[in-house]
Every structure is written in C-alpha cells, then in structure tokens.
C-alpha cells in the first residue's frame, strides 16, 4: 500500500502538486502581488490570524454608527439559519434625508461566498472612511448608500462558500430557495437601486491552469469584473455599464499599479479548455440585477484559497473598486436616470435561450516556471457577445392561473407588481405545450432541473376570476421573462417551482394584444 501511494505521488505533475501545496509561490507574491504597507482598522488586521467573524464585525461596527448617528443608520433585515441578525447600513445627508428624492441609489454587498474574506473587509474598511475621513463627505449629498457588508454570515463565520445548508446564495437568485436569499432580494428590491456592486474573491490557480506552460500558470490579475451580457438586459444598459463604470474603474485602479481585466473561468470544452467571459446567466447577482435595469457588477478581486497573503492588497483592492464606482455615480450622475428609463421603456423582444459567441483569441497569463506574464491564444467563449437562439415577441403580460401562489410570491420577491383579476375574462393568449421533457436525475443546488421544450398555441380563453397578471411596462419586467419563459435556464420550470410533465399546458399564458384588460 505504501509503495502504492508512493507511485500515486510521483505520477503527479509537479506542478499540481506546487500548486496543491503553494498555490501563491512567494517569488509570484513578491513580484506581482506585493503587500500595501497601509494601517486598516478593520478586526481581521487586528489579530495575527483569521478572518473578521461576525461578532467581531459588530464590534466594529456599532461604535461607529453611535459616533456618527448623523451619517448612518443600521437595520437587520433577516436572519440568517443558524439566528444571525444580518445588518445593513444606509448611508445619507440628515438635513436631506427626508427631502431629497433624486440622489443617486447604490446598493454594495460583500460577503455572500463565505470563503471570500477581502469582500468584507474591504467593505468594512469602505464604511470606516466614508464615515471617519473628510475626504469622502461629499459622497453623501449626491448619493445614498445601502451597504449588506457580510451578506452569509453563517458562511462567513466558518469560511465556507455556501449557506450552511449547503447551497450557493449566488446560484439562487431567481429560484430564490434559500432563507437569505429572501431577505437579501426583498431589501434589494425596497432599496430601488440605480447602481449594484457585490464584492467576491476568486481563485487564481484552477485545476485547469496545471497543463499549460511548462509547470502551469495562474491568473494574473488583481481584480476581474463580471457584467452582464444577457441579451434581455437592454442594450444601452450594458453598454453605459461596461464604458463609464467598468472601464473607469479599470482606469482607476491601474493608477494604483493593480491590473483589471473582464472577469473570465475555465471549463472544459470535449477534451479542450474553454475560456469562459462575462456573465449571462440570471442566477447570478451580476445578471439579476442588471434584468432590473440596475447599473450592476460582480466584482472578482484576486484571493480565494490564498489564506492572508497580500490580504492588505486585496482589501485595498476591494475599497478602490468601490471608490471608484461611487466617483462615477457622481460623475455620471445626470445621465443615470436618462439611461435606465430609456432601459425601461425598451420594448425588445425576449430572448429565451442564447449562447456565448466562441473565438480564438490571446488572453494574458501569469507562467508559474518562468514567473512572466505571457499571452497564451485560448478558445474564449464571450458572454459580452452572446447571440440570440430562441426569440418571442415580447407579451403585453404574462397571466398565471390562481393556483400559481408561489410562483407569484416569488415574483413579488423580485420587484415585479402582480395585479388580481376581479372577474373572469376572456381573452386570446398564448398557452405553453410541453412537446419534449427531462428530469435531472441528480440534484444542482437542491432541486431536479426540468429540461423542456414547448410548442405555443394561440387560442381564446376565459381566464378566471383570481388570476394574476404580470404587466410588463415596469422596471423589473425582464425577469419576468427569465422566471415565466418555460425554456430560459432559470425560469421556474427549469428548478421546479412550477411543476410539470410532457403533453402538459403550463399554468400560465403570454397575452400580446395592446388593449388593457
């Protein structure tokens, strides 16, 4: 058994087994992600080991909100499932507080991967000096700021990713399965935000990175940021998002030596490594919000598995992106509204299914043998530049019948207004036919995907007193079509909220005639 091991041991490539047991080499530190010699405040530099818990960020937290009552106030707006009150901090001018209804409104969360410590910290630092550093008062008469600064405390807590039911808070954002989940979106929601920033770490060394070069490479950059290129997020949207917050931010943050780049993945493609760009999937928050027409970005600074290394780097890295994104609120501040309601008042046509446009191009990376930054021409599949494969009109609304109760909860959950049908009415609608259907037999974050096609059928129809209507003139009408759209990845047919089996008519119809009812 033992000279089994042994042979195991030397099968192995070097450079898994540097990456398995060193996964930063100290001359790749010293080189590329030098420490920033700078005091923070925060618990976590206040102890020679560890992470901020969450007691020990209440610690922090609560003086500072006493000493500045003035400036900012805390509310729980949930418990977490091990009984964690979960806070948030709202950030305002007083004297304008109650007047001033045309600030700009930016939501930042931090901390829903619970093994992501610099997003927290970071934030942590962000709420330090916004409140303690004069530099930053003006940020409060243009704007208001809600900041959730460890969104899974549970995780947190542990430094474990998920929930402490096992489930990725970052992967239930439209199936909305999980306690936090609910509370997050519901405040999310009640907040109106025109900007979104969520704040994570990512893994620089991945299993994927071992074959290339001569002892593997890892990811060169000290942040990544993820956009949406959902095509049902409206153009003009993605665009003011990627050219005056995403690239400012670039700007920003190479002034401070740190390199940026889009946030991208691996994933293997029949035997080859695909490159994965952008971000099209709603699931996520970088998706969900911008299906909000919110200004939204999921923000990837370098760090996971990396333990306390260059930990001041990272959380400086964190506050800078911040920083910046609050710089370009303001910069940009009379445009915003211009750009989300002309997102709103777009009426495009919904796309169901879409799929990454895929390219060979060179990408930068970081030679672990030679410790340079090289270009390496990979197969990259572009989210930014998805195209469409599945297109509809776009419905007036969608109805769901009576029995739909927690679908439409959900809905709400969302931000999405859901009107009652006082009588029964007939109508021409479009009803949803399930021509093909597939259950997953294993589970993707506790549920059996169903995997459907439909056929749509025109027809008139009573449609029953009790029945909900989901008009689509409002803000958050997108996600209506990524829940309500049976073949969409993340609708509710897809992780089971809405049940069903082949030959069945789904329990809700698309209505497109421009006469109100």
């Known amino acids: 058994?033992?000279?089994?091991?042994?042979?195991?041991?030397?099968?192995?490539?070097?450079?898994?087994?540097?990456?398995?047991?060193?996964?930063?080499?100290?001359?790749?530190?010293?080189?590329?992600?030098?420490?920033?010699?700078?005091?923070?405040?925060?618990?976590?530099?206040?102890?020679?080991?560890?992470?901020?818990?969450?007691?020990?960020?209440?610690?922090?937290?609560?003086?500072?909100?006493?000493?500045?009552?003035?400036?900012?106030?805390l509310n729980y707006i949930g418990e977490s499932q091990k009984g964690l009150k979960v806070p948030m901090l709202k950030f305002f001018e007083e004297k304008e507080k109650e007047k001033d209804k045309n600030k700009i409104k930016i939501w930042i969360q931090a901390g829903i991967h619970g093994d992501e410590p610099a997003s927290t910290e970071g934030i942590l630092y962000f709420i330090h000096e916004l409140l303690t550093n004069t530099e930053y008062s003006y940020f409060s008469k243009h704007l208001e700021i809600a900041i959730v600064p460890m969104a899974n405390v549970d995780g947190y807590n542990r430094q474990l990713r998920d929930a402490i039911n096992g489930l990725d808070l970052n992967r239930d954002q439209t199936k909305l399965n999980i306690q936090e989940s609910l509370f997050l979106k519901e405040s999310f929601t009640d907040f109106k935000a025109d900007v979104a920033l969520d704040f994570h770490e990512y893994r620089a060394f991945r299993r994927d990175f071992v074959h290339y070069a001569e002892y593997g490479i890892t990811n060169p950059n000290d942040v990544m940021f993820l956009y949406s290129g959902n095509l049902n997020v409206p153009k003009n949207l993605r665009q003011f998002t990627e050219q005056n917050f995403v690239n400012e931010a670039k700007s920003f943050l190479s002034e401070k030596s740190l390199r940026a780049f889009d946030y991208f993945s691996t994933s293997d493609c029949q035997g080859y490594t695909c490159f994965n760009?952008?971000?099209?999937?709603?699931?996520?928050?970088?998706?969900?919000?911008?299906?909000?027409?919110?200004?939204?970005?999921?923000?990837?600074?370098?760090?996971?598995?990396?333990?306390r290394t260059s930990f001041k780097r990272r959380t400086l890295t964190t506050f800078w992106t911040a920083l910046s994104y609050l710089q370009s609120a303001i910069k940009h501040k009379d445009e915003i509204p211009k750009v989300i309601n002309e997102a709103i008042d777009s009426k495009h046509k919904v796309v169901v299914q879409s799929k990454r446009s895929v390219?060979?191009?060179?990408?930068?990376?970081?030679?672990?043998?030679?410790?340079?930054?090289?270009?390496?021409?990979?197969?990259?599949?572009?989210?930014?530049?998805?195209?469409?494969?599945?297109?509809?009109?776009?419905?007036?609304?969608?109805?769901?019948?009576?029995?739909?109760?927690?679908?439409?909860?959900?809905?709400?959950?969302?931000?999405?207004?859901?009107?009652?049908l006082n009588k029964n009415t007939e109508l021409e609608v479009e009803q949803y036919k399930i021509t093909k259907y597939r259950k997953s037999l294993h589970k993707y974050e506790g549920v059996n995907r169903q995997h459907i096609k439909t056929e749509i059928e025109t027809l008139n129809k009573t449609i029953p007193k009790g029945s909900f209507v989901v008009d689509m003139n409002q803000r958050h009408a997108n996600l209506a079509v990524e829940t309500l759209e049976p073949e969409a990845d993340n609708s509710f047919v897809s992780f089971n909220v809405i049940s069903t089996q082949l030959s069945d008519i789904l329990p809700y119809y698309r209505y497109l005639n421009d006469k109100t009812f």
């Not at 089994?4 to 041991?9: A, D, E, N, R, S």
């Not at 923070?40 to 500045?68: C, H, R, V, W």
């Not at 970005?297 to 760090?303: C, K």
């Open 359 to 420: 390219a060979k191009q060179p990408i930068e990376l970081l030679d672990l043998a030679k410790n340079e930054i090289y270009k390496e021409e990979v197969i990259l599949r572009n989210a930014l530049e998805s195209v469409p494969t599945l297109i509809r009109e776009r419905p007036q609304a969608y109805i769901l019948l009576p029995s739909e109760t927690e679908a439409v909860k959900r809905l709400k959950i969302l931000g999405l207004e859901v009107r009652t």
């Open 277 to 307: 760009l952008g971000s099209i999937n709603a699931r996520s928050s970088a998706t969900s919000y911008a299906l909000a027409n919110t200004i939204s970005t999921l923000v990837e600074v370098r760090g996971v598995a990396l333990g």
């Open 1 to 73: 058994m033992k000279n089994y091991l042994i042979i195991i041991c030397f099968g192995l490539s070097f450079s898994t087994w540097a990456q398995l047991l060193n996964p930063q080499p100290k001359e790749v530190t010293e080189k590329f992600f030098p420490e920033i010699e700078i005091d923070i405040p925060t618990p976590a530099f206040n102890k020679n080991k560890g992470f901020t818990k969450y007691d020990e960020m209440m610690s922090f937290l609560q003086p500072l909100i006493k000493q500045y009552s003035s400036q900012v106030t």
